[in-house]
């Protein structure tokens, strides 16, 4: 009986000891401050700044840092979008059906500045030292009237864009959904939506008649005779 009760009062105390380490190690465990994970070393306020697209004058951005994102605002338009950041200089943010994440890289030149952006892995954004916003001028009706017509795609040649003036600018209808675009006069020939950044650049004969029009500096869409 005496051995029963020693072995006993040994498992007691061994099961008392493991209890007051287990109660030890895990308020250790509790007070213990663990470091945050570092996404990069590049502090967000760097990548502030306007940002324009190299291929297209009216495409430009204002980002700024909000907390641990950044913040791109359309200069002369509408829309927001939010960067998350994946890397040091990887971010990424949703298209507009919030289903595909499209990827963003910035690059820095050799003192380590910011100097521009990849967008897709394609599209280059430089990073300006200052900006001046388009202006709108002014014109006469019949200098409008000489640009409406038919336009045909070069490169589609089934699809077409109807051009009408009006007041104060012109006015297109897409063939092919039927959605209407309007556009204000940067010059007599040069005419922008500022929030699509869509600029569209006529091009006149000998006579002053339009023949053609550039879309985004890069479609070609010649005049229908009528």
């Known amino acids: 009986m005496t051995s029963i009760k020693n072995t006993i009062n040994r498992v007691c105390g061994l099961a008392f000891t493991l ?22 070393n590049t502090e967000l306020k760097a990548f502030e700044g306007i940002y324009q697209q190299t291929d297209n004058e009216y495409k430009v951005y204002k980002l700024i840092a909000d907390g641990d994102k950044l913040i791109a605002q359309q200069l002369g338009g509408d829309q927001k979008l939010t960067l998350n950041r994946k890397s040091d200089l990887e971010f990424e943010f949703l ?37 001046t916003p388009p202006k709108e001028v002014q014109l006469k009706p019949e200098q409008i009237q000489v640009l409406a017509g038919k336009y045909q795609s070069e490169e589609r040649t089934n699809l077409f864009l109807q051009i009408s003036a009006t007041a104060d600018g012109l006015m297109i209808k897409q063939s092919w959904d039927g959605k209407e675009i309007s556009l204000k006069p940067l010059s007599d020939v040069l005419f922008l939506n500022k929030a699509f950044g869509f600029p569209l650049k006529f091009t006149k004969d000998i006579n002053g008649n339009a023949v053609k029009a550039l879309a985004f500096n890069r479609d070609t869409w010649n005049k229908v005779k009528e």
């Open 95 to 131: 298209d507009d059906d919030g289903d595909e994440k499209i990827p963003l890289l910035f690059k820095k030149n050799a003192s380590g500045e910011i100097t521009e952006l990849v967008l897709a892995g394609r599209q280059t954004w430089t990073k300006l030292k200052s900006y």
């Open 19 to 40: 209890l007051i380490a287990s109660t030890i190690i895990t308020a250790k465990a509790k007070s213990r401050t663990f470091p945050l994970a570092i996404i990069g």
